[in-house]
Each structure stands twice: as C-alpha cells, then as structure tokens.
Antibody
C-alpha cells in the first residue's frame, strides 16, 4: 500500500539546522509532486513547500522561504527538507505528503509525521 | 493571497447531521478545488473530500462536500454522526500560483 515514513526530527537549538527525510513506497514516486506540511502544537496545518516530480519546480511558504530547502532523490524514493536558521516558531510536527499538483494541489496520503522542537 | 476561515469548534449528537463551513476571504471559492481532511487525536490527516465533493474510496457516503458561490464558502456535511467522527477537520485550497492554503481547523465533538 502507499506509505510515507518521515524521520530526522528532534531537538535543536535556535539558529541550528536539521534535515528531515521521507521514505516513500507503494507508488511510482517519480510520477508525483511531493509536499511538506507542518503543524505547530495545538495549531492548524501550514503548508511548507512542494517539489515537482522531477525537482524542476519548487515553491515555499513565506515563513520558511530562504531558510528551508526541499529536494528529492527519485532513485531512492526519498524526499528531504533541509532546515537552517531554525526558530522557536518552527517547532511543529512535520508531515510529508503526496501532492496531486501541479493542476490540483491536494495531499494524500500523509506520513505519520516527525516532531521538530527548537529550543535552547 | 487569500485565507480560509473555519469555525473553531462544532458539536452535535450521535445520529444527527453537522455542517462545517470554510469561507474564502478573497477570490472565488469556485476558482480552485477545496479539500477536507480529518485528523483524529494523535493521528495524521486523512482525506475525506477532494475536488470539492469527491470521496476517496473507503470514505462513507455520510461525508459530503459542496461549495456555495453566494457565500464564497465550502462546506463539509457529515450525516448520521458517529462517535468515531469526533476529530479535527481542515479545509484546504490553493491559488493560481499553486500556493497552498489551509483553514484553521474545526474541532468536531460528538456528544
């Protein structure tokens, strides 16, 4: 079945860096856009970034632009999110999700999420 | 960019029908499809409605979606409420630049 498994979350100090990974299985990964979506504790969902099937088109939410970098390795069926200059407000569960872009941007399925905590 | 506004919480009794709204702040609700995700406590979001009114396989027909251009809003209606429907529901859309927007989420309590 279609499955997404995130990893790489943890505790990091403000200003630090972290790299998240998402391993995909059960579908042809290279055919799909992929996205990262986050959810701060007790808050709603916030789209972070998407990347096209071949990696040629990338977009970021305003709150992470210039600090986060999305990438993918289709040979490894993997999605990544490099997070630099982390702030306390980046504390959240980060989900990867298959994205039905570019025509219709919606997400299914979602991974189980990985928690990133930014604190000194 | 636009915003999607949802009520913070709704509650209803088992067996009843509840409707959750999602109002778009600018631009037409009909311009871009609206999706609805269910998120049970401690879980990841799952899709219950996509492309305004389509149900993924496995989602019961008690769940339905619609849009209303007069109020510039989308709605998720759940009929025959069950206790298992208790969850957060998030609406989501996007703009013509493929920027994704989520509503703030609605906590549904079935009591």
């Amino acid at each position: 079945q279609v499955q997404l498994v995130e990893s790489g979350g943890g505790l990091v100090k403000p200003g630090g860096s972290l790299r998240l990974s998402c391993a995909a299985s059960g579908f042809t990964f290279s055919d799909y856009y992929m996205s990262w979506v986050r959810q701060a504790p007790g808050k709603g969902l916030e789209w972070v970034s998407y990347i096209s099937s071949r990696g040629s088109t990338i977009s970021y939410g305003d709150s992470v632009k210039g600090r986060f970098t999305i990438s993918r390795d289709n040979a490894k069926n993997s999605l990544y999110l490099q997070m630099n200059s982390l702030r306390a407000e980046d504390t959240a569960v980060y989900y990867c999700a298959r994205d039905f872009g570019p025509t219709y941007n919606w997400f299914d399925p979602w991974g189980q999420g990985t928690l990133v905590t930014v604190s000194s | 960019n636009f915003m999607l506004t949802q009520p913070h919480s709704v509650s209803e009794s088992p067996g009843k029908t509840v409707t959750i709204s999602c109002t778009r702040s600018s631009g037409s609700i009909a311009s871009n499809y609206v999706q609805w995700y269910q998120q049970r406590p401690g879980g990841s979001p799952t899709t219950v409605i996509y492309e305004n009114n389509q149900r993924p396989s496995g989602v019961p027909d008690r769940f339905s979606g619609s849009i209303d251009s007069s109020s510039n809003s989308a709605s998720l209606t759940i009929s025959g409420l069950k206790t298992e429907d208790e969850a957060d529901y998030h609406c989501q859309s996007y703009d013509n630049s493929n920027h994704v927007v989520f509503g703030g989420g609605t906590r549904l309590t079935v009591l």
